[in-house]
């Protein structure tokens, strides 16, 4: 089993939907979770942050962590075409450790 | 957000040379910096952790007198693929992080990649 499980996709949304993406993890001292975007060819860029567990808003994206599930989320309100990527979970049991990334969710948002 | 360059972004070479990959910090100081290899459609899988003025820590399966790291400066670390071969090809991205830690102790930027094709 890997430590941390991503669905590939591709996802695809028509433009303005909510769009959820999850990733869930075995790893219970992981207390540290991101969420970063790739354009293709491009490195992740940073989305969010999010300690422990509880949501965190930022504009038009939600993240949510559930550590008794293990579980979290993404949510992306209002989605437009330049939101079309994929988007790779990470996280850490912090302290400087490492980041281990799940496969990356790959999305597309239609006109 | 800080910015990480990363350069060359596409290199192609000959199978048996070497190739050397510069990660560099532009407007902050990073004493971590980390190396990731990515495969197509899958995850980033992370190579070795640099640390500035010490050696390299890498993962296990990572061949060190293959992939040499050298972290010279707080703003420039580098990767040197040795002796490259055609399975060597892959996307290669590094990251740093900031000594100024505002987000936590995991926050890390990365670089645009690194395109290597070894024919």
């Known amino acids: 089993q890997k430590e941390v499980e991503q669905d590939p996709g591709p996802l695809s949304v028509p433009e303005g939907a909510i769009v959820s993406l999850n990733c869930t993890y075995s790893n219970s001292a992981f207390q540290y979770f991101m969420w970063y975007r790739q354009y293709s060819r491009k490195g992740p860029e940073l989305l969010m942050y999010t300690y422990s567990s509880g949501n965190k808003e930022d504009g038009r994206f939600t993240a949510q962590v559930d550590k008794s599930s293990k579980y979290i989320s993404l949510f992306i309100r209002d989605s437009q075409p330049s939101d079309s990527a994929t988007y790779l979970c990470?996280?850490?049991?912090?302290?400087?450790?490492?980041?281990?990334f799940g496969t990356g969710t790959q999305l597309k948002v239609e006109l | 957000g800080a910015v990480v360059s990363q350069h060359p972004s596409r290199v192609i070479c000959k199978s048996g040379t070497s190739v050397k990959i510069e990660c560099r910090s532009l407007d902050f100081q990073a004493t971590t910096m980390f190396w990731y290899r990515q495969f197509p459609k899958k995850s980033l899988m992370l190579m070795a952790t640099s640390n500035e003025g010490s050696k390299a820590t890498y993962e296990q399966g990572v061949e060190k007198d293959k992939f040499l790291i050298n972290h010279a400066s707080l703003t420039l670390s580098t990767l040197t693929v040795t002796s490259a071969h055609p399975e060597d090809s892959s996307f290669y991205i590094c990251s740093a992080r900031p000594l100024d830690r505002r987000h936590g102790d995991t926050e890390a930027f990365f670089g645009q990649g690194t395109r290597l094709t070894v024919v």
């Open positions: 990470a996280m850490s049991e912090g302290g400087g450790n490492k980041l281990t």
